[in-house]
């Protein structure tokens, strides 16, 4: 089946740690992004990627890191420099020759800090 | 700030009857326009995007574009409980890169039987 996995489902982090959060597809896009949600609150972006070894700052970028070493992953760390980093966080991806706007999305990771 | 504004609901309408839901958007020269349903607890399922002036229709579903009034809305027909859900708009974002999107904060749709 081709799609997007995103792992774990839920993590628990204590203050002060670095967290990293995994976004696998097999999908074959070239394009990949990471999203937080907040309640009640729209997606806001946080790194987003359109080839391996490149990716580029999206609007909240602030303590997060990314690397993006095969086409096929985007791991996501949270470090202890975020400072509100409870949220439901979502991997996407698109694909570039398709047009590339059409995002489709992962479960997600719900991460709460205790 | 390039923004996507969408009335937060919730939206409550009747098994059956047709519910209406309505999106703005700031950036003049977007190009595309999509439709997010987000059950509770879950990630966004694409189910429509238009790219083009008028109405683009698919099973039960309508989107309706008019990029001069920079509005689009989804209209879902026959609406069942199962409809049920956060309705996001999502629009690409301007400035050489058509793989940003912007996300409107949703609507709460809620069908009653």
């Known amino acids: 089946d081709g799609g997007i996995t995103q792992s774990p489902k839920y993590l628990f982090r204590k203050e002060g740690q670095n967290v990293t959060l995994s976004c696998e597809q097999n999908l074959n896009h070239d394009a990949m992004y990471w999203y937080r949600q907040d309640p009640g609150q729209g997606l806001r972006l946080i790194y987003y990627s359109q080839i391996v070894n490149d990716f580029q700052k999206g609007d909240i970028a602030e303590g997060y890191s990314v690397s993006r070493e095969k086409k096929e992953s985007f791991p996501l760390t949270v470090t202890s420099a975020q400072k509100n980093p409870t949220a439901f966080y979502l991997c996407a991806s698109s694909d570039r020759l398709a047009g590339g706007s059409q995002q489709f999305f992962g479960p997600g990771t719900r991460l709460t800090v205790l | 700030q390039k923004e996507v504004e969408q009335n937060s609901g919730p939206l409550s309408v009747p098994e059956g009857a047709i519910a209406s839901l309505n999106c703005t958007y700031s950036d003049r020269v977007s190009q595309s326009f999509f439709w997010y349903r987000q059950y509770s607890g879950k990630s966004p399922e694409l189910i429509m995007s238009?790219?083009?002036?008028g109405d683009k229709e698919d099973g039960r579903f309508t989107a309706q574009l008019n990029k001069a009034s920079q509005y689009v809305s989804l209209l879902i027909r026959d609406s069942q409980p199962s409809d049920s859900a956060t309705y996001l708009c999502a629009v690409t974002s301007s400035g050489g890169s058509n793989y940003k999107l912007t996300f409107g904060k949703g609507t709460l749709l809620t069908v009653n039987p």
């Open positions: 238009i790219y083009s002036n």
